[in-house]
């Protein structure tokens, strides 16, 4: 029996040494994994930390969700909103004039006198009948003197203006001043208290996608509030010289004309001004950077007086930018100078690309017309141009803004059809009628073979040929001895003007 024990006692040692032996291992695997976890994890750690910073992982930048509630706003600015009422009187005919088919003293019996005694005396077919036509708009107030910002069109023409605030308090407002380029008006209130006021904020801060609430009174509903986005800036819309919009879907509607466009600061940072018949969800305000000169000028003098330098300008669309060689595309092409204006005594001609004006890029023709506009007349700028791949500086007096057409004076002959299916002519005041342009240099295309080479590059009667392969072209003659120049199944650029699109550059092939 011993023996057995002895045999039972080794068969325990035996299970026991391997049991530690497996436990030994294990902890040894497990320590190794847990070693190469964390130096795997430093390395990780080391190789993220080398990765270049662009390619890091970057946080979202900070959005404003929607907010909870726009009460407070409108709670704050609300007060500040007005509602104007406007009368003007209108006239119109008498309908039964159109009756009367005999001389001024006739009637529409002009057989039976009594009856026309009659007509006469209580119709009176020549006198002209008055009626009152009402409208509505909104407003609001920007001091405590009682100045109100609203839409020229709102109270342009009216007789009688009517301002309502919010706790129905009711003012008869005059006309401070108007200025119909930008559609803003000033007029004025008088209050012995203190009048609630809504600051003017920073539109140039303004970004897309940033929530935005119009208050006005869309018809005749006073105080409505709306909110939305904004949509898009700069828009232009074909309204004026100065569009510069800010396109909100904040619902815009009639009568909403003049309130304020606010960001939720309860700042201005717009004027509702504008909506398109049957857009819905598209409206249109002036931003309040371009309305905060317009309004003081309006304050001080009444009206406005803007810079002119006396030139027409256009952008620079791709292929005239390499045409002329800018890169970039930055700076705007004069496309016409008036004589005698600031512009042409200074020396800048047509052609010229204006780059900068007092070390400001000017990178369009809107930047450069705000710029112009919002300076003083009798003012000095510096004008920086490229003129044939060479830069000129300029100081130009700042002029009057002012509306003047150029005649053209130039004698002309006709041509033949030429090889790419055109005929040209030298330009004359009788092409310039016939025309109706305003260029004085060049040739004009006065018919276009619709099978040939020009007609498939786009030129069309009516374009001025100005330059062939930046060759000047001044008289059929020129245009000519250039064309006879190209070499064949080699295409050409023509340097063309279009009347109301401005300068163009068209390719020719020849093959």
């Given at each position: 029996?011993?023996?057995?024990k002895i045999v039972a006692i080794k068969r325990q040692k035996s299970v026991?040494?391997?049991?530690f032996l497996v436990a030994v291992f294990l902890g040894i695997s497990c320590?190794?994994?847990?070693?190469?976890?964390?130096?795997?994890?430093?390395?990780?750690?080391?190789?993220?930390?080398?990765?270049?910073?662009?390619?890091?992982?970057?946080?979202?930048?900070?959005?404003?969700?929607?907010?909870?509630?726009?009460?407070?706003?409108?709670?704050?600015?609300?007060?500040?909103?007005?509602?104007?009422?406007?009368?003007?009187?209108?006239?119109?005919?008498?309908?039964?004039?159109?009756?009367?088919?005999?001389?001024?003293?006739?009637?529409?019996?002009?057989?039976?006198?009594?009856?026309?005694?009659?007509?006469?005396?209580?119709?009176?077919?020549?006198?002209?009948?008055?009626?009152?036509?009402?409208?509505?708009?909104?407003?609001?107030?920007?001091?405590?003197?009682?100045?109100?910002?609203?839409?020229?069109?709102?109270?342009?023409?009216?007789?009688?203006?009517?301002?309502?605030?919010?706790?129905?308090?009711?003012?008869?407002?005059?006309?401070?001043?108007?200025?119909?380029?930008?559609?803003?008006?000033?007029?004025?209130?008088?209050?012995?208290?203190?009048?609630?006021?809504?600051?003017?904020?920073?539109?140039?801060?303004?970004?897309?996608?940033?929530?935005?609430?119009?208050?006005?009174?869309?018809?005749?509903?006073?105080?409505?509030?709306?909110?939305?986005?904004?949509?898009?800036?700069?828009?232009?819309?074909?309204?004026?010289?100065?569009?510069?919009?800010?396109?909100?879907?904040?619902?815009?509607?009639?009568?909403?004309?003049?309130?304020?466009?606010?960001?939720?600061?309860?700042?201005?940072?717009?004027?509702?001004?504008?909506?398109?018949?049957?857009?819905?969800?598209?409206?249109?305000?002036?931003?309040?950077?371009?309305?905060?000169?317009?309004?003081?000028?309006?304050?001080?003098?009444?009206?406005?007086?803007?810079?002119?330098?006396?030139?027409?300008?256009?952008?620079?669309?791709?292929?005239?930018?390499?045409?002329?060689?800018?890169?970039?595309?930055?700076?705007?092409?004069?496309?016409?100078?008036?004589?005698?204006?600031?512009?042409?005594?200074?020396?800048?001609?047509?052609?010229?690309?204006?780059?900068?004006?007092?070390?400001?890029?000017?990178?369009?023709?809107?930047?450069?017309?705000?710029?112009?506009?919002?300076?003083?007349?009798?003012?000095?700028?510096?004008?920086?141009?490229?003129?044939?791949?060479?830069?000129?500086?300029?100081?130009?007096?700042?002029?009057?803004?002012?509306?003047?057409?150029?005649?053209?004076?130039?004698?002309?002959?006709?041509?033949?059809?030429?090889?790419?299916?055109?005929?040209?002519?030298?330009?004359?005041?009788?092409?310039?009628?016939?025309?109706?342009?305003?260029?004085?240099?060049?040739?004009?295309?006065?018919?276009?073979?619709?099978?040939?080479?020009?007609?498939?590059?786009?030129?069309?009667?009516?374009?001025?040929?100005?330059?062939?392969?930046?060759?000047?072209?001044?008289?059929?003659?020129?245009?000519?001895?250039?064309?006879?120049?190209?070499?064949?199944?080699?295409?050409?650029?023509?340097?063309?003007?279009?009347?109301?699109?401005?300068?163009?550059?068209?390719?020719?092939?020849?093959?």
């Open positions: 029996m011993w023996l057995n026991f040494i391997v049991l320590f190794n994994s847990v070693s190469d976890g964390k130096t795997k994890q430093n390395e990780d750690k080391k190789n993220i930390e080398n990765v270049p910073v662009s390619n890091k992982e970057t946080n979202p930048p900070a959005t404003r969700m929607v907010p909870e509630s726009f009460s407070a706003l409108a709670e704050m600015a609300s007060p500040a909103v007005v509602n104007i009422q406007t009368v003007r009187t209108a006239k119109t005919k008498n309908m039964f004039r159109q009756f009367r088919g005999g001389p001024p003293n006739s009637g529409p019996f002009n057989d039976d006198d009594q009856m026309n005694d009659f007509f006469n005396k209580f119709f009176n077919p020549d006198q002209q009948k008055e009626f009152k036509q009402r409208s509505l708009g909104s407003g609001f107030i920007i001091d405590k003197e009682g100045y109100i910002v609203t839409n020229n069109h709102v109270v342009e023409g009216s007789d009688k203006i009517k301002v309502i605030l919010k706790n129905e308090k009711e003012y008869n407002a005059v006309i401070i001043g108007r200025d119909p380029n930008t559609d803003l008006a000033l007029i004025k209130i008088k209050d012995e208290n203190n009048l609630p006021v809504l600051k003017l904020g920073d539109s140039d801060a303004l970004k897309v996608g940033q929530w935005v609430v119009a208050i006005g009174s869309p018809f005749g509903l006073e105080h409505t509030v709306t909110a939305g986005i904004v949509s898009a800036k700069g828009r232009v819309i074909g309204s004026g010289p100065y569009d510069d919009y800010i396109q909100t879907d904040a619902s815009i509607n009639p009568g909403n004309s003049g309130g304020p466009l606010l960001n939720m600061n309860g700042e201005v940072i717009g004027i509702n001004t504008i909506i398109i018949a049957g857009g819905q969800g598209i409206g249109f305000a002036i931003p309040v950077n371009l309305a905060r000169g317009i309004i003081d000028q309006l304050k001080q003098h009444g009206d406005v007086t803007r810079g002119w330098l006396g030139i027409t300008i256009q952008d620079l669309p791709s292929d005239l930018s390499e045409y002329f060689g800018i890169k970039g595309g930055k700076g705007v092409l004069v496309s016409d100078i008036i004589p005698g204006d600031p512009a042409d005594k200074a020396g800048i001609k047509a052609k010229d690309i204006i780059t900068e004006i007092n070390g400001q890029k000017i990178d369009s023709s809107r930047t450069l017309l705000k710029i112009i506009a919002g300076m003083g007349v009798g003012k000095n700028v510096k004008i920086k141009i490229l003129r044939d791949g060479k830069e000129k500086m300029f100081n130009v007096e700042i002029a009057k803004r002012m509306d003047e057409k150029i005649a053209s004076n130039r004698n002309s002959t006709k041509n033949e059809a030429d090889e790419i299916g055109i005929r040209v002519a030298n330009l004359s005041p009788e092409m310039a009628r016939r025309y109706d342009i305003s260029e004085k240099e060049g040739v004009i295309v006065v018919a276009v073979d619709s099978e040939g080479k020009a007609a498939e590059a786009g030129i069309v009667p009516g374009d001025i040929i100005k330059e062939i392969n930046h060759q000047p072209v001044k008289s059929v003659r020129e245009y000519a001895e250039l064309l006879k120049k190209i070499q064949k199944n080699k295409p050409f650029n023509m340097f063309l003007w279009r009347d109301k699109v401005g300068y163009i550059l068209v390719k020719i092939e020849t093959k």
